[in-house]
């Protein structure tokens, strides 16, 4: 029988719905249930592609005698992060505090006020490795509480108190100069790893908004260093295993520091973050495999994320079925010599195998070998390495796909569409940009209301019932910029002012202009979140710092400049100190350090090709954060377009920056030598 998560839209609820355990979603009425009980309330939080989630799920809760106990003595609450990251994000600074770590899938227990007193992660079903088993825990806490009340009750309310005391200190409200931009990057080139790319040890996640602001910065000052750290990290990141390189597309992280075995799971944002870097890194090089890795990401996203209304579902799963009914992870993705054997035969098999450094005795597990690309002096056949690929790639369909989550998470959405935008307009892709436009026209129709008020999720054309966080605010006003600079339809500009004015009267402290998570009228946790730290995805702090000041370039507000400069402060504190953890913020910086740089064109049509010729070139200006507004003379639809006339009747281009506007050109090269630092 199901129990009240059959009601949910999240995919991840959604699988929980046959357990045994009697799940609620997080809500009042839950914790009214326990307050009217008695009794503790357990919080299991993750998500559907973390396996460690679907382990405890089979082990524990679908295990009937361990959930009768539960269900007697706790009310099951089960949230998935991805559709509440405030409530994740609360009860995760509270685990970390208290053990030092944290992850998922995420167990707290909590009173029936909400406040938490016992912490942990996964718990196996039976003791191991020095861990409890579940049910130990749950028959500890239930003592305690039935026991000790006054002594949990205690905990709970110095753990809540502590938290409330962790405010960090964010420095001033004064932006980043030269100097501290200069420090966060000999405090990356310190920490960054020469031999194999990319920052730190093992595990190593794909650093895609640090290689933004290395660019950023790159193009700025001219910096070698910073353009050497970015172009080496995309290139071991695009020859390594934590790339798919039969169908485009990274995976979450790398288990190792050389980028070989993945986590395989493939996120919505990595892929976006990632395929805007490396259109960007071709915009800056030229480099052929930059161009081949965005557009292949692209593709992927595309292909086998896109919903059917338009929008694009948040991940893939790591596990999937390796044929013989088990759900093993990686199983889609990896092969043994016999495997290619079986699909190319021998002769190809052999080549196949030494292009993609697969061996004997593999690179996985099982003698199984995660395909790479292995520097090398021997030359392939373009031809034949398409062919293996396309043969490979047919094979692999036939196998049992990993699960698909369809949820539609609004700010990773905002994250694509400023992606597909950028990518397409760069390689003449419209097919790309179409799929921007109707992933941001659903986000219009069905995540935006009358009030311009954002809901985080939807699923199959269905909105979710939670609200926007800071994040879904700005990541979506992102999209909607790069959006508005590629096609020329002023309405984007537009949605994204209505979404920042949400960020300045909902999220923003009048008196600091620091940033919150969640807006002021939303519903009220143990302590009200605020990050500023970009960590798998921008921070909405960063993000709407970034989003702000291009929409102050676009219209000239200077509250928005005003707000983004006052937000930029914490990069200022925390550029020089934890760079990686900031890298969004820091390309933010880079692009008010530069302007940053308004571009206008103005041509008698769109369409006309020498209008085209020059808008691409506005486009791929690689001047940190610049922004462009392309019609024609009479628009209204872009405040850059204002009072700008053809001269001598031909398409024409204006470059202004810090209020001080240069000749107008109706040159490309002349554009181009006004937009690259």
């Given at each position: 029988?199901?129990n009240r998560?059959?009601?949910?839209?999240?995919?991840?609820l959604?699988?929980?719905?046959d357990?045994p355990?009697?799940?609620?979603p997080?809500?009042?009425?839950?914790?009214?249930?326990?307050r009217?009980?008695?009794?503790p309330?357990l919080?299991?939080?993750?998500?559907s592609?973390?396996h460690?989630?679907?382990v405890?799920a089979?082990?524990?809760?679908e295990d009937?005698?361990t959930a009768d106990y539960?269900?007697?003595?706790f009310?099951?609450?089960?949230?998935?992060?991805?559709?509440?990251?405030d409530?994740?994000?609360?009860?995760?600074e509270a685990v970390?505090?208290?053990?030092?770590?944290?992850?998922?899938?995420?167990?707290?227990?909590?009173?029936?006020?909400a406040?938490?007193?016992?912490?942990g992660?996964?718990?196996p079903?039976?003791?191991?490795?020095g861990?409890?088993?579940?049910?130990?825990?749950?028959?500890?806490?239930?003592?305690?509480?039935g026991e000790?009340?006054?002594?949990?009750a205690?905990v709970?309310g110095?753990?809540?108190r502590?938290?409330?005391?962790?405010?960090?200190?964010?420095?001033?409200s004064?932006?980043?100069?030269e100097?501290?931009?200069?420090q966060?990057?000999l405090?990356?080139t310190?920490?960054y790893d020469p031999q194999?790319?990319?920052f730190?040890?093992?595990?190593?996640?794909p650093?895609s908004?640090?290689?933004?602001?290395?660019?950023?910065?790159?193009?700025?000052?001219g910096?070698?260093?910073a353009?050497?750290?970015?172009?080496?990290t995309?290139e071991?990141?695009?020859?390594g295993?934590?790339?798919?390189?039969?169908?485009?597309?990274?995976?979450?992280?790398?288990?190792?520091?050389?980028w070989?075995v993945?986590h395989f799971?493939k996120?919505?944002?990595?892929?976006?973050?990632l395929?805007?870097?490396?259109?960007h890194?071709?915009?800056?090089t030229?480099?052929?495999?930059?161009r081949?890795?965005?557009?292949e990401?692209?593709?992927?996203?595309?292909?086998?994320?896109?919903?059917?209304e338009?929008?694009?579902?948040?991940?893939l799963?790591?596990?999937s079925?390796?044929?013989?009914?088990?759900?093993?992870?990686?199983?889609y993705?990896?092969?043994t010599p016999?495997?290619?054997?079986?699909?190319?035969g021998?002769?190809?098999?052999?080549?196949?195998?030494?292009?993609?450094?697969?061996?004997d005795?593999?690179t996985?597990?099982?003698?199984?070998?995660?395909?790479q690309l292995?520097?090398?002096?021997?030359v392939?056949?373009?031809?034949?390495?398409?062919?293996?690929?396309?043969r490979?790639?047919a094979?692999?369909?036939?196998?049992?796909?990993?699960?698909?989550?369809?949820?539609?998470v609004?700010?990773?959405?905002?994250?694509?569409v400023?992606?597909?935008a950028?990518?397409?307009?760069c390689f003449?892709?419209?097919d790309?940009?179409?799929?921007?436009?109707?992933?941001a026209?659903?986000l219009?129709?069905?995540?935006l209301?009358?009030?311009?008020?954002?809901?985080?999720?939807?699923k199959?054309?269905?909105?979710?019932?939670n609200?926007g966080?800071?994040?879904?605010?700005?990541?979506?006003?992102?999209g909607?910029?790069?959006?508005?600079?590629?096609t020329?339809e002023?309405?984007?500009?537009?949605?994204a002012?209505?979404?920042l004015?949400?960020v300045?009267?909902r999220?923003?402290?009048?008196?600091s202009?620091?940033?919150?998570?969640?807006?002021?009228?939303?519903?009220?946790?143990?302590?009200?979140p605020q990050?500023?730290?970009?960590?798998?995805?921008?921070?909405?702090?960063s993000?709407?710092?970034?989003?702000?000041?291009?929409?102050?370039?676009?219209?000239?507000?200077?509250?928005?400049?005003?707000?983004?400069e006052?937000?930029?402060g914490?990069?200022?504190?925390?550029?020089?100190?934890?760079?990686?953890f900031i890298?969004?913020g820091?390309?933010?910086?880079?692009?008010?350090?530069?302007?940053?740089?308004?571009?206008?064109v103005v041509?008698?049509?769109?369409?006309?090709p020498?209008?085209?010729?020059l808008?691409?070139?506005?486009?791929?200006?690689?001047?940190?954060g610049?922004?462009?507004?392309?019609?024609?003379?009479?628009?209204e639809?872009?405040?850059?377009?204002?009072?700008r006339?053809?001269?001598?009747?031909?398409?024409?281009a204006?470059v202004?920056?810090?209020?001080?506007c240069?000749?107008p050109?109706?040159d490309?090269?002349?554009?181009?030598?006004?937009v690259?630092p």
């Open positions: 029988m199901a998560l059959a009601h949910e839209t999240s995919p991840y959604l699988q929980h719905a357990n355990v009697d799940w609620w997080w809500s009042a009425e839950a914790f009214e249930e326990a009217r009980r008695g009794v309330v919080l299991s939080v993750g998500y592609s973390c460690w989630c679907h405890m089979h082990e524990s809760f009937e005698a539960l269900n007697e003595h009310v099951g609450v089960k949230v998935d992060r991805e559709e509440r990251p409530v994740d994000a609360v009860y995760m970390q505090a208290a053990t030092g770590q944290g992850g998922w899938p995420m167990t707290v227990f909590l009173t029936p006020d406040e938490p007193f016992y912490f992660t996964y718990f079903p039976v003791p191991r490795q861990m409890p088993s579940f049910r130990q825990v749950l028959e500890g806490v239930r003592q305690a509480w000790r009340r006054d002594e949990v205690e709970a110095k753990i809540v502590d938290l409330a005391g962790r405010e960090i200190s964010y420095g001033d004064l932006a980043p100069g100097q501290q931009l200069a966060a990057l405090g990356l310190r920490e194999r790319g990319g730190g040890g093992a595990p190593k996640f650093p908004m640090v290689i933004e602001f290395l660019l950023r910065h790159h193009a700025r000052t910096a070698d260093g353009l050497q750290m970015a172009r080496d995309c071991r990141m695009a020859r295993g934590i790339y798919d390189q039969l169908g485009g597309g990274f995976a979450r992280y790398s288990v190792d520091r050389d070989v993945p799971e996120m919505l944002y990595d892929n976006a973050l395929c805007r870097v490396y259109t890194l071709w915009r800056s030229g480099s052929e495999q930059a081949r890795v965005a557009l990401t692209a593709d992927f996203m595309v292909r086998e994320l896109r919903t059917a338009g929008g694009f579902a948040s991940a799963d790591a596990d079925d390796d044929g013989t009914g088990r759900h093993v992870e990686g199983a993705y990896v092969w016999e495997q290619l054997t079986e699909a190319l021998a002769e190809d098999a052999a080549v196949a195998a030494a292009y993609f450094g697969v061996t005795e593999g996985f597990e099982e003698g199984a070998s995660v395909l292995p520097r090398q002096e021997a392939f056949d373009a031809e034949k390495i398409a062919s293996i690929k396309g490979l790639l094979v692999r369909a036939e196998r049992p796909a990993p699960g698909r989550d369809d949820k539609v609004a700010a990773w959405n905002g994250l694509a400023a992606a597909l950028e990518t397409g307009a003449d892709r419209p790309l940009v179409d799929a921007a436009v109707a992933a026209d659903l219009v129709r069905l995540h209301d009358d009030q311009a008020r954002l809901s985080r999720t939807s199959d054309g269905k909105v979710g019932a609200a966080v800071l994040e879904d605010y700005a990541d979506v006003a992102e909607f910029l790069a959006l508005a600079g590629v020329g002023g309405v984007w500009l537009d949605f002012g209505f979404l004015d949400h300045l009267a999220f923003t402290d009048p008196e202009g620091s940033l919150y998570d969640t807006a002021s009228d939303a519903e009220q946790l143990i302590r009200r990050d500023p730290t970009d960590n798998a995805v921008p921070s909405g702090w993000a709407a710092a970034g989003a702000l000041l291009s929409y102050a370039a676009h219209t000239g507000s200077q509250a928005h400049r005003s707000a983004a006052k937000a930029l914490v990069v200022k504190a925390l550029g020089p100190r934890v760079p990686r890298g969004w820091l390309a933010a910086a880079e692009a008010l350090l530069d302007g940053p740089r308004e571009v206008a041509g008698p049509a769109l369409d006309d020498a209008t085209r010729e808008h691409r070139a506005a486009l791929l200006a690689t001047a940190p610049a922004v462009v507004a392309c019609g024609t003379p009479d628009s639809e872009f405040p850059l377009l204002a009072d006339v053809l001269v001598g009747g031909a398409p024409t204006y202004c920056r810090g209020f001080v240069d000749l050109v109706t490309v090269d002349a554009l181009r030598e006004k690259t």
